[in-house]
């Protein structure tokens, strides 16, 4: 059966099935932002400058990434930020403080991979000013960057990124008959937007680059490169958004997995999930996955040795210039 993810990438008869549901959403949507940007319904003011990087679209988009680049360029510029995140399939509600020991099932893949990071103080929880004011009464920072919460207009914002690539736009109808939280046009009202899959296409527009940086091995965390994997027999999985992304870039990589896996996104792994693919393939000699889905799989013992790739990822400076100067200026964004 396809997955939502295909279903979603073309208007089909499924999809053309749901377009009541996603009149419904879209309007439900498009209501539930009129009533906080009226300032009917309240948001709550962080005492600190907050940057959102979020999108528009259910998964994908480089949200991740984007953000370890802005906490790494802010930190070259001696500003210290905490990341925030709802926890998004954790069994912990928050509020938590996250950190490198912590349970992905407690806590979530993507809050535990920016606490193993190791680049800022991490937080969780369902409303996102709560996982905020857990980190200030913690640590002294100067701003606060949210891990997707785009919409969650709960909280007031100083500087919004959408973070967008053209697969993850897909058949550009709103959920549940398409990818969308929000209309292409939401676009228009954010500070910036990060593309991930290219060359920037207008001025507001900014390239996220992600560079390889090595696969790290699970057990013991010694760094391979991908000229010494590529000549392994080797099997690879992601649970992420899209995995035929991880796919190619292994590819890019000269790396030829005799399998490629691909799971759901935030998919709880187990270790008979690794084990019914190294069944099919018995003569694999290591398992490659993403740096998300590592947490998830570090305590699995298998015959094979598991790898993560590591990507780098950096921002322009011009955008880390814009930031830079909303969190020190202290000007407060204006509603739109």
Avoid at 134 to 159: C, P, T, V
Wanted: proline share 7%; charged share 20%.
């Amino acid at each position: 059966m396809p997955s939502i993810a295909n279903l979603w990438r073309r208007r089909n008869i499924v999809s053309c099935s749901l377009l009541p549901a996603a009149a419904l959403f879209a309007s439900a949507a498009a209501g539930r932002r009129a009533l906080y940007r009226h300032q009917l319904l309240a948001s709550h003011q962080v005492a600190v400058p907050v940057i959102v990087v979020g999108g528009i679209t259910a998964g994908g988009g480089g949200k991740s990434p984007t953000v370890q680049a802005l906490v790494t360029g802010l930190n070259e510029r001696g500003i210290k930020a905490g990341i925030i995140a709802r926890g998004y399939r954790g069994r912990h509600s928050g509020p938590l403080l996250v950190d490198a020991n912590s349970d992905p099932q407690k806590c979530g893949d993507e809050a535990l991979m920016h606490a193993q990071a190791n680049l800022a103080p991490v937080s969780i929880a369902k409303r996102r000013p709560t996982a905020a004011e857990l980190l200030l009464e913690n640590f002294q920072l100067d701003a606060i960057i949210s891990d997707d919460g785009l919409q969650h207009y709960r909280m007031e914002r100083d500087f919004e990124i959408a973070c967008i690539s053209r697969s993850a736009l897909g058949n550009g109808w709103p959920l549940p008959a398409g990818p969308l939280r929000e209309p292409i046009s939401r676009l228009q009202l954010c500070d910036a937007i990060v593309r991930s899959d290219g060359e920037p296409q207008s001025e507001s527009e900014h390239q996220l680059i992600l560079t390889d940086d090595g696969f790290a091995d699970l057990a013991d965390g010694r760094t391979f490169t991908a000229d010494q994997l590529a000549t392994k027999r080797t099997v690879a999985l992601a649970g992420i958004a899209r995995p035929e992304n991880f796919f190619a870039t292994l590819a890019s990589l000269g790396i030829k997995p005799l399998a490629n896996q691909g799971f759901p996104d935030h998919h709880r792994f187990c270790q008979a999930d690794l084990e019914r693919l190294l069944a099919c393939n018995p003569e694999a000699e290591a398992v490659l996955m993403t740096a998300k889905d590592a947490p998830k799989c570090a305590g699995f013992q298998l015959p094979v040795p598991l790898y993560s790739l590591r990507l780098k990822p950096t921002l322009p400076d011009r955008l880390l210039d814009m930031v830079t100067e909303c969190i020190r200026s202290g000007t407060k964004r204006q509603s739109k």
